[in-house]
């Protein structure tokens, strides 16, 4: 299995301020033939499932705001929010869809500072 | 738009079956461009996979090999919904249990695209 590795566990950024997440896998998602990392970014508010961000490491879903962006490739990936809103406090989890079974990192939870 | 509505108990004693049901709204369970999913949410073991079901002419099952021996997920066409049981169950299989949708595209896999509302079961005499 494919083990996601997050850091930090935990962090608290003022309003306005930047904020990354990151995230290590134990071996490549990415797949030559395509040239795609199959990783996503997922938030997570109490009470409610996952809600999908990034997908292919870096493509934003339809509707999630421009101050999230996803970059990195391999094994290497980070979160950024540009400018962190009220809205944005939740928890974060990286996801790799390149092999069965398919595994999220531990999460991280951000606050405001 | 696709919906997955989950139903079933929130409390199982020990050593009976968990078992749930996602109807699915939106779109087929025998659709030929995705896999039915569940996955569980808990403290000690976070976000994990269990298992899928889909159809490519005929119906195919992955399970997780932490429950492989006591899971089985089955689609129901008639009800256009699919379905979890777990057998034996713990007090370490309590958990937020999510039906999920998984696109395929180009032959492997996409992210999950759509969530239940998720179901707390709790396993206690």
């Known amino acids: 299995d494919i083990v996601m590795t997050q850091s930090p566990d935990s962090l608290a950024v003022s309003l306005g301020e930047r904020a990354t997440i990151n995230c290590k896998s134990s071996?490549?998602?990415?797949?030559?033939?395509?040239?795609?990392?199959?990783l996503a970014w997922y938030q997570q508010k109490p009470g409610q499932p996952p809600k999908l961000l990034i997908y292919w490491a870096s493509t934003r879903e339809s509707g999630v705001p421009e101050r999230f962006s996803g970059s990195g490739s391999g094994t290497d990936f980070t979160l950024t929010i540009s400018s962190l809103q009220a809205e944005d406090v939740a928890v974060y989890y990286c996801h790799q869809y390149y092999s069965t079974p398919p595994t999220f990192g531990g999460g991280t939870k951000v606050e405001i500072k | 738009q696709v919906q997955l509505q989950q139903s079933g108990p929130g409390l199982v004693k020990p050593s009976q079956t968990l078992s749930l049901t996602c109807a699915i709204s939106g779109d087929s369970v025998s659709s030929n461009s995705v896999a039915w999913n569940w996955i569980r949410q808990s403290p000690s073991r976070g976000l994990e996979w269990l298992g899928r079901?889909?159809?490519?002419?005929?119906?195919?099952?992955d399970y997780a090999e932490s429950v492989k021996s006591r899971i089985t997920i089955n689609p129901d066409t008639s009800k256009n919904q699919f379905s979890l049981q777990l057998n034996s169950v713990t007090p370490e299989d309590t958990a937020i249990y999510f039906c999920?949708?998984?696109?395929?595209?180009?032959?492997?896999?996409?992210?999950?695209?759509?969530w239940g509302q998720g179901t707390l079961v709790t396993v206690s005499s």
């Open positions: 071996q490549t998602v990415l797949y030559s033939f395509n040239n795609k990392n199959y």
């Open positions: 999920v949708r998984v696109p395929e595209l180009d032959g492997s896999w996409a992210p999950i695209d759509c």
């Open positions: 079901t889909y159809y490519r002419s005929k119906w195919y099952k």
